[in-house]
């Protein structure tokens, strides 16, 4: 079945660790989406990609890197700089402009 | 830029019938999504209004009035299982093109 794998599910790491989180698709979407959600709280858009080796900053970047080298993949790292990184990180995916959202399962990032 | 405003919670009995709000600003507009989020799980879209109008999807509806900026999502004959945040968002224009998401309305079905 095609979809979207997050991994790890949950994840922790010491304050001042980069950490990079996993997102795989097979669905053969061409625009990949990373979002953080804080409790209570809606989407809010790091970074996202329409095409292989290119992304564009979202509303909250600061902080987060990604790379696009393959269609399938697109990791998030996120950085020391980023003062508050614990929260939920959703991955999504979606074939064209105008088509709904593919999300995966999350991850949740607890730093202490 | 966009912001969107919607409940942050709304108490139902199972059978009733809910309508959870929605108002937007943005600089442009391409549509009006709901998206539901069980606890700890991903969103999964519900629907989609480009147009002025109701679109109707088994029990659940959603309605758009672009003059007014504001929408709704109706679910009707509720379930135990449609306990669960639901989302509105929309999608600007230039950069904004993305999908921006309101804060969520957390729905609690009760017996």
């Known amino acids: 079945d095609g979809g979207i794998t997050q991994s790890p599910k949950y994840l922790f790491r010491k304050e001042g660790q980069n950490v990079t989180l996993s997102c795989e698709q097979n669905?053969?979407?061409?625009?990949m989406y990373w979002y953080r959600q804080d409790p209570g709280q809606g989407l809010r858009l790091i970074y996202y990609s329409q095409i292989v080796n290119d992304f564009q900053k979202g509303d909250i970047a600061e902080g987060y890197s990604v790379s696009r080298e393959k269609k399938e993949s697109f990791p998030l790292t996120v950085t020391s700089a980023q003062k508050n990184p614990t929260a939920f990180y959703l991955c999504?995916?979606?074939?064209?402009?105008?088509?709904?959202?593919?999300f995966g399962n999350g991850t949740r990032l607890t730093v202490t | 830029g966009q912001s969107l405003e919607q409940p942050s919670e709304v108490t139902a009995v199972e059978g009733a019938i809910v309508q959870i709000n929605c108002t937007y600003q943005?600089?442009?507009?391409?549509?009006l999504s709901w998206y539901q989020q069980h606890d700890g799980g991903a969103p999964t879209f519900l629907s989609y209004?480009?147009?002025?109008g109701l679109e109707e999807t088994g029990r659940f509806s959603s309605f758009l009035s672009r003059s007014d900026s504001y929408g709704y999502l109706l679910l009707q004959e509720l379930q135990m299982k449609d306990s669960a945040s639901y989302f509105c968002a929309v999608r600007g224009l230039g950069s904004a093109r993305q999908l921006t998401f309101g804060s969520g309305t957390q729905l609690t079905v009760l017996p």
């Open positions: 943005t600089s442009g507009f391409y549509g």
């Open positions: 999504a995916s979606k074939p064209e402009e105008r088509s709904p959202l593919h």
């Open positions: 669905l053969n979407h061409d625009a």
């Open positions: 209004n480009a147009l002025d």
